[in-house]
């Protein structure tokens, strides 16, 4: 095959934004598998003579030389030549079949004239290096005799290997150059060759030579659209860890997708700036952003500086109040902005800047009385006419415009007013902000006070209240300081205890402290208050704040708080109070006996419509259920909770630990790319200190278990947490457990063994048995691996005191004592108990140390029933290390092999086979092989064939990769 690709060509990129984006981008590709199946789908398909186009567009900046580098890049590997042809911004008279000369340069450059046939005379109209032309070659008349001379080419080209031509930036392609794809995909119809040609849609406006050029190639057969879309979150957060070097914060993400709409030369742009945090936009950026505005008319630029301060969308009605234009003047300054791809029409029928990024740019070239005249005319006319925005966006709108256009009275009342409206929505993160706002007005307002009829304290509360339900727990613990110092907390016990329950929480949560001191101050200040169902409520919340630092404490306080909240006769304080108490009886009570308090509770919020209560008890009783082995319905209740989190606005909370109970049945059940889905859901609410625990630890097990590239990194982020000082135990045991993984995936059995025996000396490690027998399972398997005298011991031990309550509890003790013995029989029951419990999993590692003793035994149709079965289990559920290792040890056994069922063949490869082998894993092609070994490149075919034939094995990559774990390149 051989390849004409486009970043190869001659002449410099006239398009800042296109050729950085090129160059930049050179190290990454994210978010583009199913357009690099679509391209391999289509080279395929030459592979059997059948001509094929793929017209790729997108917008500049997109990544599509990106995409044609890493497909090209791919090809080659498979046995394809590169070259390379792009158009030149000149215009319809430019260059003529600038892309074609300059892929033919290259590949005489490459293959010396002699590639030419003899014709260098007849291409010397392409390439006048070559000589003059013929007499006879000028004019119409020899036109089509060149066209079919390219095409000829080409054809002898793709005799030998299939032939790819690249032609990038088609939006400039001169008449000549069109002409020329035109015959090629239409007329001469290629075998064996596959033509990509690439250009921008933003540069499609109406009227462009292009548009009905791809209207004619869309009817040929063969010829394809690939449209190229801007990234979404997870592609935005992909990409800045691939250019940062690691995983950015979840917040920083999401300021930097909210601002560059997931195009990537934005995204690299913002990576390459000081100001991760999108302070500014880089100056080479804002640039070039402002350049196409600059070719708009001067009318244009008014009308489209008052559009950019109503924001990224804006209707017609509002900027024709604000703009003050006749609506003609508008409707052509309109017309010329979508002309220039600058603003489009929205689903709405209104106008959106194309970029985000364009917007700010323009907004903020405004002069400082343009900027505050113009924000005062948005807040007067959406105030006059509330309808012109958004339904419920009025007082948010308002508030912003004032605050922008510096009148501190009304943008005080104005942010006051937006607050309460976000927090009639649950929109808390809103609300938070807005009260912030407040808060830095207050100062400048010296009647601030009367203007919102309360008091500085009252707000202090509030906003701290607010930003808990939001989760910014830093500023959070900063206003509930300030609010106790403020505080008389003996005149208003409720407010303090209110107050202080929440701060204990935050400080836990910080791990900063164990929280027990506000909270029993708390409950101190509470037992002299009268009793009402906010008191109740707030007697239940001590309960939960004292669960991690004394259950019984925490127990008796609960068991108060039912009492209470059936005296006062208050539903709901009653579900709370009912909910808290399994929370923090969690592990004195048995899953079975707390499981129906917990349902019933949720049947009481749910009636009533409770929903923050609903949302509660739902991740208690998923969490029971899952201890019980009933992982289909735990998964079912933790998903019917998850909405509910999210209307009342208690996703960052609440909602964290619904989706990590859900991820975590879905991975017992096997479902692993739902639970990672899950995980990835929890990550994107960036949820503060340990409350990320749960999603973090879980996906970090998760991608260890998969051999993921970013498995270590999130381990490390998770393991690390074990440094703070206040851990709640169920977390720690599973960090302990998690370090013991990760030391093992990194092949440091010495880490593993340390880490293995701080596990098994944690004091609390029998405390909760779910956690307990996972981290003692871990252990014996590090403490087998490094033939470690000692540990075993210790481990018998502790799992002698264990109590074994549920299914995973004895499948996980069996296999304990099945590690540490070695013993076949003992593998089975350990096999036979994770079959009763369910988790897919732990099945296949059990059946894996089932055939590696009854391998041991010389049981070989045991041993090779049960490393099939481990690797069929492994294999569905994308556990490559597992799976790697049951094939490793079905090879070594000399079994039949777990992942094909012939015989390896390894024994047979020949001394040069093994030659060649190495040089495959060292990644190079079989023309690479023939210079290192002094053979011909077809021989090279060969041998290369040959050996994947005799491992069995699927392609190169894979042949590599059997090599190293066998130790076949070992001298």
Known sequence: MTVLFGAGGPGPRH??????????????????????????????????????????????????????????????????RVLAGQCLELGEEGLPFAPFAAALRRLVHTDGPAVLDGREPDFARLLPELGPPPPDAVGETRRGFLFELVAGLFDRLAAQQPLVLVIEDLHWADRSTRDLIGFLVRAARLPHVLLLATYRTDEMHRGHPLRPFLAELDRVRGVQRLDLDRLDRDGTAEMLTHLLGAEPEPRTVDAIHERVQGNPFFIEQFAASADLCCGDIPHSLRDLLLSRVDQLTDAAQRVLRVAAVGGTTFGHELLSRVAGVEEAELESALRAAVAAQLIVFDADGGYEFRHALVREAVHDDLLPGEHARLHARYAEAVEAEPALVA??????????????????????????????????????????????????????????????????????????????????????????RAALADLDAEAEPLRAARLLVRRSKLLYNAGTSDGAAEAREAYRLLAGAPR???????????????????DEEAGRVAAEAIAAAGAVGDVSAQVSATITYGQVCGGRLSARQ?????????????????????????????????????????????????????????????????????????IALGHWDEADARCAEAARLDPPGTLALPWLRMRAGLRLARGHEGAEPLAHRAVAFLGRQFLHRENRLSLLELRIQLARYAGDAAGAL????????????????????????????????????????????????MPQRYPADRAYATQVAATLTGRPELWREAVAAWRADGQRYPLAVALQGLAAAAAGAGDRPGAAEAVEEAAAVAGALGARPLAEAADTLARRIGLRSAAHPAATGTETLTDREREVLRLVAEGRSNSGIARQLYISPKTASVHVSRIIAKLKVASRGEAAAVAHRLGLLDD
């Open 532 to 550: 009402t169902p906010e008191g109740v409520a707030l007697l239940a919340d001590v309960a939960y704040a004292l669960g991690g630092v004394d």
């Open 594 to 666: 707390a499981l129906p308090a917990m349902a019933a509770a949720a049947a009481r919020a749910r009636e009533t419509g409770d929903l923050p209560n609903l949302a509660r008890a739902l991740v208690n009783v998923s969490d029971t259920l899952f201890e019980l082995g009933r992982y289909e319905e735990s998964a079912a209740a933790a998903a019917e909770g998850v909405p509910y989190a999210d209307r009342v606005g208690v996703s960052r909370t609440t909602g964290v630990f619904l989706l990590a109970n859900h991820a975590e049945a879905l």
């Open 754 to 801: 340390a880490a293995a025996r701080i596990a098994v000396a944690e004091p609390t490690i029998t405390d909760r048995p779910r956690y307990g027998w996972a981290v003692l399972a871990a252990a014996a398997t590090a403490a087998m691996e490094s033939a470690d005298a000692e540990l075993p011991a210790r481990i018998r031990r502790v799992a002698g005191t």
């Open 391 to 480: 339904m419920g966006r009025a007082p948010a709108e308002i508030a912003h415009h004032w605050y922008a256009a510096h009148d501190h009275p009304r943008a005080l009342v104005a942010a006051h007013r937006a607050a309460q409206a976000a927090g009639r929505r649950y929109a808390y993160a809103e609300q938070a902000r807005l009260l912030e706002r407040v808060l830095e007005l207050w100062e400048l307002v010296p009647e601030a006070a009367q203007l919102l009829g309360a008091g500085h304290l009252d707000l202090l509360e509030q906003t701290a209240l607010v930003a808990i339900d939001a989760g910014d727990h830093q500023r959070a613990l900063k206003l509930t």
């Open 15 to 80: 398009d800042m934004l296109e050729g950085v984006t090129a160059h930049a981008s050179s190290e990454v590709l994210v978010g583009r598998e199913a357009d690099l199946a679509a391209l391999r789908d289509a080279l395929k398909r030459t592979r059997t003579a059948e001509p094929s186009t793929v017209l790729v567009g997108g917008e500049a900046g997109v990544g599509k030389t990106r995409l044609i580098e890493e497909f090209s890049r791919a090809a080659t590997a498979e046995g394809a």
